[in-house]
Structures are given as structure tokens and as C-alpha cells.
């Protein structure tokens, strides 16, 4: 099944199929030597990196105007067909990237365990996402290909559902050197930059999911899922006051974004190489909500 793409007519649709990213995998997949515990930033690049090739398989240029875009009708019709929550959100004023991904063909070319695709406009941030059926920690270690070492992929743990229905769904993803993976969230320790680049974009097979970051920051290296019961709202009303109260030198919030014990809040993690012992969060919550 493919991801669902606003206008299939278009030109500018981003293709993403499985057989020209393992092209891609198996040609530069690694990307740097890193050390253990957080120090990612600490490593040497050592090959191109496949992530520096994915704008290439997605036909798509950095910054394309055309890559967002508002519903269109067919001459004649009197409904778009498009999905309401896709309506809701040109309401809304969100931008909606023009793009489809082909997770059929990822899932059979690629890697099975891949189940979503998360995409930051002007950024790096536009990789596949993947959960392990018994192992939480596995693609932290391990490479779309199986092969072991850095980079990993970006992942969730079997703590979360795949149809992001969880109250609290976190994603990780190593902080490489090179910029790659989400080494990319620390620029969001830039007020300007976290003024600029407040949505996140997560594509599944059903639908498309779009968060407002509302606030980024430095955190312990907690697990924010490990027994909590998010299904709970007393308790994740105790989260959400929790998160609203850190404050620091690279916290910014977006003040005007409510967020409630009744939100869908994605959490991206990585890590910082000067504190192995501390992360670093960018935090959205759900603006197309069933």
C-alpha cells in the first residue's frame, strides 16, 4: 500500500519506492564511526552517506515550492475525494507536501519492519521508520540492511503502537556528526530555526499525521515510556505539566500551541555528544486528530 499523496497528477509528487533506496543503502550505507553511551558526534565520517543520497530517490530539490500544495478538484467534480483529515488540515493552514510513499515496495525491497516515514521540510530529517518485533534496542545498533553499526535507523519501541494511537509515541534516531539522523533536531536549540520549521510530517500506509512541535529541549536520559500508563490522563497530565515546566538556555516553546490530556504528543529523541547522560527532545502534538 502506498502512503497517501494529495494530487497524483502532479509532476512535483515525491516517489519513494524500495528499489531505488536499496540501490542507494547498499552503495553508501556507511556513514561514521562513532563512539558508544551518546558520543555519536564524536566519530569520523568514513563513507557518503546514504542519507545525503534520499533527496535523489524522492525526485525531489531542497526547498521546491511545488512540494507543497493545496487541494485541487477535478474539473467538474464537486468532491476533492481527498481524505478529511487532509481537508482539515489546508483549513487548518498547514502545508501539506505533495509526496507518496510506496511502503509496499520498501517493506519488500528494503526491510519489513518498516512502518513509517517522518519528514521535516528543510532538513535531513526524511528517513524511514522502523520497530523491531522482539527487540527494542536492535536498530539502535543495526542498519536497514541488517549489517551492524552506526548509523542505525530511526525507530520506535514495542512500547508504542505502529498507528500512532498511543498518547505518547517516541521516536529515536542517533545524533551523527556528519548531520544525519537526528542530529538535525539540535538546530531546533535556535529560537529562529524553532520559529521556522514547526511541523512534523509522519506518512503511514493509512494516512498521513501531522504534529506542531510546541516545544524542544534538553532532558535526562529517562525513559519517557518504561512503566507509565500514558492511558491514564491523570498521569499524562503529570507528563504534560512536567514538560511545560523545563526551562533552560536551548528550551524554546511555542506558547500560543495548546496541548491537553486529551493530545497526541510524538516525542523525537537523540542524544547530545557533550552529555552522554542527557537527550534531546523536540515535542509535537497532533493537529489532524480523528
Known amino acids: 500500500m502506498k502512503g497517501y499523496a494529495l ?5 512535483s509528487i515525491w516517489k519513494i519506492s524500495g528499489a531505488v533506496f536499496l540501490v542507494m543503502l547498499l552503495a553508501g550505507l556507511a556513514t561514521a564511526c562513532a563512539g558508544r553511551n551518546g558520543q555519536e558526534g564524536q566519530g569520523e565520517e568514513i563513507a557518503q552517506p546514504l542519507e545525503q543520497k534520499l533527496p535523489d530517490a524522492a525526485n525531489a530539490e531542497e526547498g521546491n515550492a511545488e512540494a507543497e500544495t493545496e487541494l485541487e478538484d477535478e474539473p467538474g467534480d464537486t468532491d476533492s475525494g481527498q481524505p478529511e483529515y487532509l481537508k482539515v488540515l489546508i483549513e487548518m493552514g498547514v502545508p501539506v507536501p505533495d509526496r507518496e510513499v510506496d511502503f509496499e515496495d520498501l517493506k519488500e525491497n528494503v526491510n519489513e519492519d518498516i512502518y513509517a516515514w517522518v519528514y521535516i521540510p528543510d532538513s535531513k530529517i526524511d528517513y524511514p521508520v522502523l520497530q523491531h518485533p522482539i527487540d527494542n534496542y536492535y536498530y539502535l545498533n543495526y542498519n536497514l540492511d541488517g549489517s551492524y ?5 530511526i525507530y520506535t519501541e514495542s512500547y508504542n503502537k505502529r498507528d500512532f494511537s498511543d498518547p505518547l509515541t517516541v521516536m529515536y534516531g542517533h ?6 539522523m537526528f542530529a538535525g533536531l539540535h538546530k531546533y536549540e535556535d529560537a ?9 510530517y ?10 506542531r512541535i510546541f516545544v524542544s529541549h534538553e532532558y535526562s536520559s529517562e525513559h519517557l515510556l518504561y512503566r507509565q500508563d500514558y492511558t491514564k490522563k491523570s498521569e499524562f497530565e503529570k507528563y504534560i505539566n512536567r514538560i511545560m515546566a523545563v526551562r533552560g538556555m536551548n528550551c ?17 529523541s537523540t ?9 534531546y527532545l523536540v515535542q509535537g502534538v497532533l493537529l489532524n486528530e480523528d
Open 7 to 11: 494530487n497524483k497528477k502532479k509532476s
Open 149 to 153: 553499526g552506526y548509523p542505525g535507523c
Open 175 to 180: 545524533n551523527m556528526k556528519n548531520g544525519t
Open 192 to 200: 529562529e530555526y524553532f520559529k521556522g520549521h514547526p511541523y512534523v
Open 202 to 211: 509522519i506518512y503511514t500506509p493509512e494516512k498521513l499525521y501531522v504534529y
Open 252 to 268: 524554546n516553546r511555542a506558547e500560543d500551541v495548546e496541548v491537553t490530556a486529551d493530545s497526541h504528543i510524538l516525542v523525537l
Open 271 to 279: 542524544c547530545m555528544a557533550d552529555k552522554p547522560d542527557n537527550r
